[in-house]
């Protein structure tokens, strides 16, 4: 779980998939074009899902700009695999981009153009180095997910690094200028649709519902944050429990498991990622008799957690997405997202695909740049993209105007399988206007000026929509 801070989820225990939505930003419009008919032609034979490819053959040539020249495209992308907290977490970031550079090479890469991909592992520390390496080499970040985005803002925008990652963290990188995302998980906006979910399904615990916080507060309380304020609305009613556990790990759960009971809280949300403190937490919560609903972000719906969950001690955990499940392999775009990485023999999750529609929406908009590839030119692209699904992968969002999906889904965790919950149709997606919120007040974890951007790295000359 991208402000106080993730969905935010530390992409290592607590990315915070913020799905993770007004309506207009001040991102600006305008597009170049250098595609030929036969060009397109060939590139609409190969989709994603709904989406045509944006890869295949042409003859788009220039240095136009750093990490482009004739022949390649350069860019870096990455995740925090290597943390030592938590190692291989959010390693299917980096798998989904590999998977798709080989995807789109195979096409002929864009209009000719290979990309050429390097991947960084921030392992949540080294967000800042892998920026000052990107600020080096790349034409852009695409489809990255470092958890410590926020440490890195002041040195992005000093070298004017475009980014479209595959998600956000920090509210001064969610609402950051030179910054647009497949799913938008901005600061000022929430997608509530599990509030109301949770709510018809739960009336009674949502009554008593309780925040499990961590000592990791700059990527999960300004979620908690939002979270407070936009859930009320669908009836919800916070207690306060007083529990914080340390983010690396406690020798005895069993005191923080007791105070919940204590406080009578019947629903925990929580936004920590799976690994040791949350497998620990849950079997502290089963030795006392404790078992609670459990509300998590997008990142528990994971194969080590539906691994991990072999005596069905996690089987009250439910899940909030706006993404289609990845069980759902008749769709068309699931398929071929799964289809993808397999190619390269990565993992899947869906921290995975988002970072594969990040790409799909870079890549569309380095298309329709053609010869006059250029970081203004995708701003100006990607800035007038209103309408956008990933070719099916997920509810429909609004990236050129840094706003989240009004839809969403719920996923249920039995045994070492999820299963879609609600609705109850596989890939069928409730959408409802307020299920977008906007939130106010001290719960914006940041200053943000009229046009939405975040204010704090503000300054020298930035990439605007034009």
């Not at 609670?292 to 909030?320: H, Q």
């Not at 869906?350 to 890549?363: I, N, P, T, V």
């Not at 889904?409 to 149709?425: A, D, I, N, R, S």
Request: glycine residues 10%; contains cysteine.
């Amino acid at each position: 779980m991208q402000r106080k801070n993730a969905v935010r989820s530390l992409a290592l225990l607590v990315v915070l998939t913020f799905i993770t939505a007004a309506c207009s930003s001040g991102r600006g419009s305008s597009t170049a074009s250098g595609t030929t008919a036969t060009t397109a032609a060939a590139a609409a034979a190969v989709k994603f899902g709904t989406l045509d490819s944006p890869c295949g053959k042409g003859d788009a040539k220039g240095v136009t700009e750093q990490g482009v020249t004739d022949t390649s495209i350069t860019i870096e992308y990455g995740d925090d695999s290597g943390f030592a907290g938590s190692p291989g977490l959010q390693h299917e970031m980096g798998n989904a981009i590999k998977g798709m550079i080989k995807w789109c090479n195979d096409q002929g890469g864009i209009l000719g153009r290979q990309i050429n991909g390097i991947y960084g592992d921030a392992a949540y520390a080294n967000a800042t180095a892998r920026v000052q390496e990107a600020c080096k080499t790349a034409f852009m970040l695409v489809g990255e997910g470092w958890a410590a985005d926020e440490s890195a803002e002041q040195v992005r925008l000093g070298c004017n690094l475009i980014a479209v990652p595959g998600y956000s963290v920090g509210p001064n990188f969610a609402n950051a200028p030179e910054m647009y995302q497949a799913v938008p998980n901005p600061d000022d906006y929430l997608p509530n649709s599990p509030a109301y979910q949770m709510a018809a399904q739960f009336p009674d615990a949502v009554k008593k519902a309780a925040f499990l916080h961590t000592t990791l507060t700059s990527a999960t309380e300004s979620s908690f944050a939002k979270s407070e304020q936009a859930f009320q609305k669908a009836g919800w009613n916070w207690l306060n429990c007083g529990v914080t556990i340390n983010y690396f790990g406690e020798p005895d759960y069993k005191p923080f498991v007791k105070k919940f009971q204590q406080c009578g809280a019947q629903l925990l949300f929580i936004n920590i990622s799976p690994g040791a403190p949350l497998f620990n937490f849950i079997q502290a919560m089963d030795q006392l008799n404790y078992h609670p609903v459990i509300l998590g972000e997008a990142n528990l719906y994971s194969a080590a957690m539906a691994a991990w969950n072999t005596k069905g001690l996690g089987d009250k955990i439910y899940v909030r997405e706006a993404f289609k499940p990845l069980e759902d392999t008749a769709d068309p775009a699931i398929k071929a997202y799964l289809d993808i990485v397999k190619a390269v023999n990565g993992d899947v999750s869906q921290l995975g695909a988002q970072s594969a529609s990040s790409f799909l929406l870079w890549a569309t908009a380095a298309k329709e740049c053609g010869s006059t590839l250029t970081r203004q030119c995708i701003v100006n692209n990607i800035s007038k993209v209103h309408d956008w699904t990933g070719g099916g992968l997920h509810a429909n969002t609004d990236p050129g105007a840094n706003l989240p999906p009004k839809c969403g889904l719920l996923m249920h965790l039995t045994g070492t399988k999820f299963e879609q919950f609600f609705p109850t149709t596989l890939g069928e997606l409730e959408c409802k206007d307020e299920y977008r919120v906007q939130i106010t007040g001290a719960a914006v974890g940041t200053t943000l000026g009229p046009d939405r951007i975040a204010t704090k790295f503000l300054g020298g000359t930035l990439i605007k929509p034009q």
